[in-house]
């Protein structure tokens, strides 16, 4: 069983749609969650720390579960400049290890 | 501004030859990585740093080698031993390895064979 695992992907929606990502992780130890993003050919960036409560960067929200151990990425109102590589990762909590999953693609379309 | 810097964006690779590729960060960060992608895939450990003048392997290290003699800089050398090496290459950063952080990347260096 692979570290972290997500969607396989590639979700692609118009414009104005809402899109959730799922990741889910193996390490019970891990402490750190993140989404990133990348565009094509590009690095990653953060996108948004995920906190154990949840929380929300406008459209976007991200969600943990511990139990389930589980990680969600909701998108609203999707944008065209959207369209990209969401990574999801995850760390111990002292940042010696962190695990990239594969990357999901989505592709916002007019 | 503030940043990690990767050069060269491009690289070529002749057979038996090593190449460095140059990872230097200005935000002085403690811990540095190098990631290496795969079309497709996502990203794979190959060594990080959390202090100068140490290192750790990676997932892949098998083929590459680094240093870390300066805070700012973490060069990776892709040797012939390295069979397989085109890819391409993330530098990263991070403030401490020993709390929460965030990892910041370069644009990264795409290295191919000749």
């Known amino acids: 069983r692979k570290e972290v695992e997500q969607d396989p992907g590639p979700f692609n929606v118009p414009e104005g749609a809402t899109v959730a990502f799922n990741c889910t992780y193996s390490?019970?130890?891990?402490?750190?969650f993140f989404w990133y993003r990348q565009d094509c050919r590009k690095e990653p960036k953060l996108l948004m720390s995920?906190?154990?409560s949840g929380n929300e960067d406008g459209r976007f929200t991200a969600q943990l579960n511990r139990a389930s151990q589980y990680i969600s990425l909701l998108i609203r109102d999707s944008k065209l400049s959207d369209s990209a590589t969401y990574l999801c990762v995850v760390s111990d909590n002292y940042g010696q290890n962190f695990v990239f999953g594969p990357g999901t693609r989505l592709s916002v379309l007019p | 501004d503030g940043g990690i810097t990767q050069s060269p964006k491009y690289l070529f690779r002749k057979e038996g030859q090593n190449v460095t590729l140059s990872c230097e960060q200005n935000?002085?960060?403690?811990?540095m990585y190098w990631y290496r992608q795969d079309p497709g895939q996502g990203l794979r450990l190959i060594y990080y740093s959390q202090i100068v003048n140490d290192f750790q392997k990676g997932d892949i290290a098998e083929g590459y080698s680094v240093s870390r003699e300066k805070k700012e800089s973490f060069p990776l050398t892709v040797t012939s031993a390295q069979k397989n090496p085109t890819a391409f290459y993330l530098c990263?950063?991070?403030?401490?390895?020993?709390?929460?952080?965030?990892?910041?990347f370069g644009a990264g260096t795409r290295l191919s064979v000749l």
């Open positions: 935000l002085n960060h403690d811990a």
């Open positions: 990263a950063s991070s403030i401490s390895s020993f709390s929460k952080n965030i990892q910041y």
């Open positions: 390490n019970s130890a891990s402490q750190s």
């Open positions: 995920v906190y154990s």
